[in-house]
């Protein structure tokens, strides 16, 4: 039942979407449920003037392919509200993103919007961010390795994401992922500042303070929560 799970989750968050909204279109497989939907109702009369962003090449393309018109953080940087997946989700709202690769791209977006609606399954639901899911680490290649080393001094096991062909993975920004596993995270804010002052990490999975709503849908239906 997840997939319908996560197909509910995503149709709620559409309700918030209103006609006349820049609204970011996040990537996953549970996002994807809430680009569908805001096509449907584009093409019913439900919505109107929409302008979408994506988070990744991959959603400008199926948004394309849609039928949703699209615009760039240059034209329109305030975005009205973004509905993005996760893959980690804490009693605090807090997130691990990232395991589809899109990282950099989720951040900035959730970064430029006024609401961040974050939808899952109730399979994404952790006490401790790092509990089921590794963080993802995206850097330049040049300096990989050293990401890497650094990643390990730190208590993670740490490991190069690649392709079925044993090619690094790259980023629609052209990067690597390091993708780190730490087990619970005790203080993902000390994390989150340690990472961000690393030179060659471009983005890391640790979304903190972002995420405003969350949607989840389950087997006892579907909830609503705000950010504490």
């Known amino acids: 039942m997840t997939e319908a799970h996560k197909e509910s989750s995503a149709r709620k968050a559409v309700e918030f979407v209103e006609s006349g909204m820049i609204v970011g279109l996040g990537s996953g497989s549970t996002a994807i449920y809430a680009v569908r939907e805001i096509a449907r109702k584009l093409k019913q009369g439900e919505l109107s003037g929409i302008l979408g962003v994506p988070t990744s090449l991959e959603v400008e393309h199926q948004a394309a392919e849609l039928g949703i018109p699209l615009t760039t953080l240059e034209d329109h940087p305030p975005v009205d509200l973004t509905i993005d997946g996760a ?3 804490d009693p605090q709202l807090d997130l691990i993103k990232g395991g ?3 990282l950099l791209r989720e951040k900035i977006l959730a970064q430029a919007s006024q609401r961040e609606i974050i939808v899952v399954d109730e ?3 952790s ?3 790092g509990t089921r899911f590794a963080l993802p680490v995206e850097v330049l290649p040049f300096g990989w390795a050293p990401e890497a080393d ?3 001094s730190l208590g993670a096991s740490v490991s190069l994401r690649k392709t079925p062909s044993g ?3 790259v980023t629609d920004q052209g990067n690597w992922i390091l993708d780190a596993e730490f087990g619970p995270i005790e203080d993902p804010a000390a994390l989150a500042e340690q990472l961000d002052r690393r030179a060659a990490v471009a983005a890391h999975g640790l979304f903190l303070g972002l995420a405003t709503d969350l949607i989840v849908g389950g087997r006892d239906g579907v909830r609503h929560e705000k950010r504490p």
């Open 150 to 152: 650094y990643l390990k």
């Open 100 to 102: 589809g690769g899109a």
């Open 127 to 129: 006490d401790h961010l």
């Open 87 to 89: 893959d980690e989700v």
């Open 167 to 169: 090619e690094p993975a």
């Open 123 to 125: 399979t994404k639901l």
